[in-house]
Nanobody, 127 residues
């Protein structure tokens, strides 16, 4: 059974930093691209970042470019999102997603690319 468990969310002040983690199990983690998406209060899902199976290739949404970094540890089956220079606009529930097809990656994220999403971890950035 595929499981994705996010952690690391919380309350942080504007300008602060936080690192989110996503612990994966139930599949061969190193074979799949992964993504982070987020949902702000009252809004739809927004793609944040993706990473290819090996971790060599990454893509970021313009809204977080230069502030967020996605990474992965395939030995620990864990996906990360390092978030710096946080603003209230980053307040959201953050979800990690597993891509549907093994050994496939494109920098052009499409919602249909993913088949599993975790339960999310909540980030609140205070002004």
């Amino acid at each position: 059974e595929v499981q994705l468990v996010e952690s690391g969310g919380g309350l942080v002040q504007t300008g602060g930093s936080l690192r989110l983690s996503c612990a994966a199990s139930g599949f061969t983690f190193g074979d799949y691209a992964m993504s982070w998406v987020r949902q702000a209060p009252g809004k739809g899902l927004e793609w944040v970042s993706s990473i290819n199976p090996s971790g060599k290739y990454r893509s970021l949404a313009n809204s977080v470019k230069g502030r967020f970094t996605i990474s992965r540890d395939n030995d620990r089956n864990t996906l990360y999102l390092q978030m710096n220079s946080l603003t209230p606009e980053d307040t959201a529930v953050y979800y990690c997603e597993k891509w549907r097809s093994p050994l496939y990656y494109t920098g052009d994220y499409q919602p249909a690319s993913s088949d599993y999403r975790g339960q999310g971890t909540e980030l609140t950035v205070s002004s």
